[in-house]
């Protein structure tokens, strides 16, 4: 007889009500016949009559079964002429497409911060108001109206903020392309989306560091990717490891982030960057730089990209705007080869018809102003000032019992908890003393590990935060 299955994450008395309706509507139970009681029903499947009630009532709503007292409950006769008329099983389809959910921690972090607006908030990985260009980008709208017809654009993005990108790329990351090879996207996630939907296809290998936020990402699975990891130490991957995954798996792409890795804020070797890319050649092997972070570096100089050194074209390069300036504003960029750019922006097309022009706009007028360099200053030394205030508070409210590596840019701190812990719990736990954060094992990691960010906080919350998770800690290791 068939069971529900207690490891899967649909509930127990869905699974029951789902596999009811398939029998039903495969004939074993007519309309009019009776169903076996909540209480038999429960024996049968060894769960409690809680979950029956649950189940029945599920179907009940749906209008596939009736219940009267004393006569039991009964498949529902045809009610509105000759045939059944029954509300689609919604919750069949919402399980059967094949666009896999958000990871469980994800939408437990996004429905704890919807529900509390009070919660100190180390989960999100993006800017606070307090270090976005507000100002600027405000007086950039009030100075520049808009006179020109506000059509669909091109697939590939505006042209002048693809122009703005050319020039802002070749100052700031030493990378030479021209607008032809940039494609605009809504940020770096829609890149990856876009490169793994058209580039590649169900059953490939593709390599992914360890951790890595790609591993948080469920449209690999979704494609029907097949995920193989390469270990990150203090100083990124290394060469080798990706030499041998290729040879025992015939990897078909590499990602990597190697400037101030999310989440644990490793910076590729320099040496290894060359390495890295004398690989790539060797094995003809497409190399996806996401590079959101580098212009945050805190001593004011940003380690070049892969792209900047790449003579043969082996590297697809994307940023966006999210890190360094506005998440709101929904701008990122990918420079890639032109037949790459003209299969996405062919399949973007199919998507959206393209971003909205005024966004862009905006974007290529922040680019192209005198606002870029002093806003990037104030960045670097608001973030790192965050970053101490949270380090400090680390070591005064855990000390022994956490340990990390101080990042040199970016927006995370990646720790190691020293005593065994379990990540749901203490996420629950955390959660009701007033704080969230990032459990490790959205990245790949084993429990024990936990993301930090303190670009989303306001200065003054980040010790009561660290205080409040501090305690969450010690209540669930006790």
Not at 43 to 49: A, C, S, T
Not at 183 to 208: F, K, R
Not at 233 to 245: C, M, Q, T, W
Request: net charge neutral.
């Amino acid at each position: 007889m068939w069971k529900p299955d207690r490891g899967s994450e649909q509930p127990l008395y869905q699974q029951i009500a789902d596999d009811l309706e398939r029998r039903i509507s495969y004939g074993e139970f007519p309309p009019g016949s009776l169903l076996p009681s909540e209480r038999k029903l429960a024996e049968q499947l060894g769960v409690n009559r809680s979950t029956v009630i649950l189940a029945y009532s599920e179907l009940r709503s749906l209008g596939i079964i009736e219940s009267q007292t004393g006569s039991g409950t009964r498949v529902s006769k045809f009610k509105w002429g000759m045939t059944p008329r029954h509300t689609p099983n919604w919750h069949r389809y919402v399980e059967g497409g094949s666009f896999l959910p958000n990871l469980t921690f994800l939408r437990r972090i996004r429905e704890a911060l919807q529900k509390d607006k009070s919660l100190i908030d180390f989960a999100s990985g993006e800017l606070g108001a307090d270090l976005s260009p507000v100002e600027e980008i405000n007086q950039l709208m009030l100075e520049n109206h808009y006179t020109e017809y506000l059509g669909y654009d091109n697939p590939q993005g505006f042209v002048p903020l693809r122009e703005a990108l050319v020039g802002f790329l070749s100052h700031y990351r030493n990378i030479q392309t021209t607008d032809s090879s940039i494609l605009i996207t809504s940020g770096s996630q829609q890149s990856l989306y876009l490169i793994t939907q058209c580039l590649l296809a169900p059953g490939d290998a593709v390599a992914i560091e360890d951790p890595s936020y790609c591993y948080s990402l469920p449209m690999f699975q979704s494609a029907g990717l097949r995920l193989f990891r390469l270990p990150v130490d203090n100083h990124g991957v290394k060469p080798e490891d990706i030499r041998a995954l290729y040879k025992k798996h015939r990897i078909k792409m590499l990602f990597i982030n190697p400037n101030f890795q999310n989440p644990s804020g490793a910076l590729l070797h320099p040496e290894r960057r060359r390495e890295l890319l004398e690989v790539a050649s060797e094995l003809g092997l497409p190399i996806v730089e996401d590079d959101p972070f580098s212009l945050t570096a805190y001593n004011g100089s940003p380690p070049p990209p892969l792209k900047s050194m790449d003579t043969i074209g082996s590297v697809l390069y994307i940023g966006s705007l999210s890190k360094i300036a506005a998440s709101g504003l929904r701008v990122g960029w990918m420079v890639a080869p032109h037949s790459v750019i003209d299969r996405l922006a062919d399949a973007r097309q199919q998507m959206d018809f393209g971003l909205s022009v005024i966004p862009q706009r905006v974007a290529a007028q922040f680019l192209k102003s005198a606002h870029v360099q002093p806003h990037l200053e104030r960045l670097r030394m608001n973030l790192q000032f965050k970053r101490d205030l949270l380090m400090e508070a680390l070591d005064r409210e855990l000390p022994g019992l956490i340990t990390y590596t101080a990042p040199q840019g970016g927006l995370h701190l990646w720790c190691r908890i020293i005593p065994e812990v379990q990540d749901n719990r203490l996420l629950e736990e955390a959660i009701r003393q007033g704080v969230i954060f990032a459990p490790g094992s959205v990245y790949g990691s084993d429990s024990g590990y936990v993301r930090f960010t303190f670009a989303r906080a306001r200065a003054e919350d980040i010790g009561p935060g660290i205080a409040k998770f501090a305690a969450a800690l010690r209540s669930t290791i006790r």
